[in-house]
């Protein structure tokens, strides 16, 4: 993510969510943001609680999730939830978890700093700061209708055992 902000002039970019149980792991990001020459176009907010973090979310251009690996993504729910545009690395989760046809995503490989530059580039140039009601109504109802999807499974699936061990 700094690597390809290094290279975008005009996106600016919120970080939260460092753990205050390890102050390490922020000054190590601060010191790649300063080595990157990113520091004013980057906002370190740190460990932050869930309604401020939400608060954020509603008003950004998109939510960015760069990740290599991931389980199910409460950021992605939350971005979905807020009815903000994502920008995500293309992993088979995300994928999953990110309805196109509801939410505007953008996608890049994982690791990809060039592929995410872009991903940027284009939601920072096709989107803007939230909220955009009817995106997240749309968002909550899709997160709503997997969820509900999800739960049919688990009880066929616990019906199935149950008749199987009877």
């Known amino acids: ?3 390809a902000l290094a290279r975008l002039r005009d ?4 970080l939260t969510g460092f753990d205050p149980r390890d102050p390490a792991l ?3 990001i601060a010191a790649l943001v300063e080595r990157a020459g990113v520091s004013d176009r980057v906002t370190m907010l740190g460990f932050r609680s869930r309604r401020e973090v939400f608060a954020l979310l509603r008003r950004a251009v998109a939510i960015v999730q760069p990740s290599r690996f991931e389980g ?3 950021l992605v729910e939350d971005a979905l939830a807020a009815g903000r545009p994502l920008v995500l690395s293309d992993l088979e989760v995300h994928r999953e978890q990110a309805p196109q046809e509801v939410m505007p995503v953008h996608w890049f490989s994982p690791g990809d700093d060039a592929g995410l530059e872009a991903a940027l580039a284009e939601a920072w140039r096709t ?3 939230g ?5 997240a109504s749309a968002g909550r109802k899709a997160s709503f209708e997997r969820g509900r999807a999800s739960a049919r499974l688990l009880l066929s699936v616990l019906a199935e055992a149950i ?4």
């Open 72 to 74: 199910w993504s409460l």
């Open 163 to 166: 008749e199987d061990a009877g």
């Open 1 to 3: 993510l700094i690597a």
């Open 11 to 14: 996106v600016h970019v919120v």
């Open 26 to 28: 922020g000054r190590w």
């Open 131 to 135: 909220p955009q009601p009817e995106l």
């Open 127 to 129: 989107h803007a700061p």
